[in-house]
């Protein structure tokens, strides 16, 4: 299920729409570092691999570098049950 949401994130992340994983979760996605920046000013900014929950931080090698990804506040990402990546890449 995960997988099929993280999918379809991505694809509306890809074309413009910030949009909630579902009504009760607080993880926006933004298709832009910059976009995801302005709605949480003072939490880093990760790259969400959807599909995996695994985020990336700016310098490691996937970081926006996913083909389902999308860029979301740390903060809520983890809320939503996301974790960083152990790969320090």
Same mark, same amino acid.
């Given at each position: ?12 992340? $890809? ?13 926006? @996605? $933004? ?12 939490? @880093? ?20 570098? @996913?083909?389902?990804?999308? $860029? ?18």
């Amino acid at each position: 299920m995960r997988a099929i949401v993280g999918a379809l994130v991505g694809l509306a992340a $890809f074309a413009g729409v910030a949009l909630a994983l579902s009504p009760d979760a607080s993880l926006s @996605t $933004f298709p832009s570092e910059v976009q995801a920046q302005q709605h949480c000013p003072k939490d @880093t900014v990760v790259w969400l691999n959807l599909p995996t929950g695994i985020y990336h931080y700016r310098g490691q090698r996937w970081y926006g570098n @996913t083909n389902a990804g999308a $860029f979301v506040c740390r903060t809520e990402a983890d809320e939503a049950g996301d974790r960083a990546s152990r790969n320090i890449q």
